[in-house]
């Protein structure tokens, strides 16, 4: 019983320790890690925030393998990825070992694409065997590809809830399938899963996508204890979970008018910045704005109709019904359109 009473202190101990540390990297910035040199994959490379985050990790001169079920967007992807190395592409010189100056080689802009649907766990699969074959073992994996139906549930096809849910959260099951063996291998790698609030708390007409990426959060805890349990760490996990980002994925979305200057949309370059910050400095963990974590905690512990008062002063209620019904619209049209 004194063993059970005494590491139950130690635990204590360690738990505030673990509060005071994490408290200390709001006030002292911690050091950024180098990537240079590593291969970084990014799912969904080929617009919006994989654009961004291919833009970055290139900045600081990762080997960067591209997928996108878009050829043309990832090429486009691909080509800014080129001008960034053509910038930093430039001989630099240092001392040399005997007092005088030497030339260090240029840095070597490398960058691969590839088409992959990670909606199909057979392209995933072939693709990252490509990957291991063509570029090599996977130090970063960035899990960002996701899409939205944009349905009211009972108007929403099958087909279109089930690759919602494959794209935003079974194909993070197959991505990291199949790069996470040579990480355990090696005792090093770099996981990120790029999630959403609404994987933390929901709101109504985007079941579909709220479960997603509820699941998507759930796998990536569950996998940062089994590697805690492995004792692996040399593997970090990072989850990204931004309020909504003004890509065009959720056009017409709203909140109350009087709220909105307060919570605006996040601009996508703001949003991938505090990521990679996270990233580089392996935080567990990233909500942007920060209100996003009192949001999470709020609703861990008041009622539920409480929660449902502050959605509806809030206009979180409703938010999605704007955007659904400009998705509706435009579908309509677009079959009023075949049918001419």
């Known amino acids: 019983m004194m063993i059970i009473i005494a590491e139950f202190f130690v635990v204590i101990l360690k738990v505030l320790w673990a509060i005071v540390t994490a408290g200390a990297k709001w006030v002292v910035r911690p050091k950024e890690k180098s990537v240079a040199g590593q291969v970084c994959v990014i799912t969904g490379a080929g617009s919006g925030l994989g654009r961004l985050f291919a833009k970055e990790f290139a900045r600081r001169r990762a080997i960067l393998v591209l997928w996108d079920i878009n050829s043309q967007s990832n090429e486009e992807t691909a080509e800014m990825v080129r001008q960034i190395y053509h910038e930093l592409d430039t001989p630099i010189t240092k001392d040399g070992p005997v007092g005088g100056v030497e030339e260090v080689p240029p840095f070597q802009p490398q960058v691969y694409t590839y088409v992959c649907d990670v909606g199909k766990r057979e392209s995933v699969y072939s693709t990252a065997e490509k990957?291991?074959?063509e570029v090599g073992d996977v130090d970063i994996l960035i899990n960002n590809a996701g899409v939205v139906s944009g349905h009211h549930l009972l108007e929403c096809p099958d087909e279109l809830i089930e690759r919602t849910?494959?794209?935003?959260?079974?194909?993070h099951f197959w991505t990291t399938?199949?790069?996470?063996?040579?990480?355990?291998?090696?005792?090093?790698?770099?996981?990120?899963?790029?999630a959403s609030s609404l994987g933390l708390f929901s709101t109504a007409g985007v079941e579909d996508y709220c479960a997603s990426k509820f699941g998507a959060i759930g796998f990536h805890e569950s996998l940062s204890h089994e590697l805690k349990a492995?004792?692996?760490e040399g593997i970090n996990m990072t989850l990204v979970c931004p309020y909504l980002v003004d890509t065009g994925m959720f056009k017409g979305c709203r909140i109350r008018k009087e709220i909105e200057p307060f919570l605006p949309p996040l601009k996508p370059e703001f949003c991938v910045k505090q990521a990679m910050r996270a990233i580089l400095t392996d935080q567990p963990m990233i909500c942007t704005p920060r209100i996003v974590y009192m949001v999470n905690f709020m609703k861990s512990i008041l009622p539920f109709e409480a929660i449902v008062c502050m959605y509806r002063f809030l206009g979180a209620d409703k938010c999605m019904y704007p955007f659904l019904a400009q998705r509706k619209e435009a579908m309509n049209n677009n079959e009023a359109k075949n049918g001419i």
């Open 131 to 133: 990957v291991r074959r």
């Open 165 to 171: 849910m494959v794209v935003n959260c079974h194909a």
């Open 177 to 194: 399938k199949a790069f996470l063996p040579k990480m355990l291998e090696l005792n090093h790698g770099h996981i990120v899963t790029v």
């Open 230 to 232: 492995s004792e692996k």
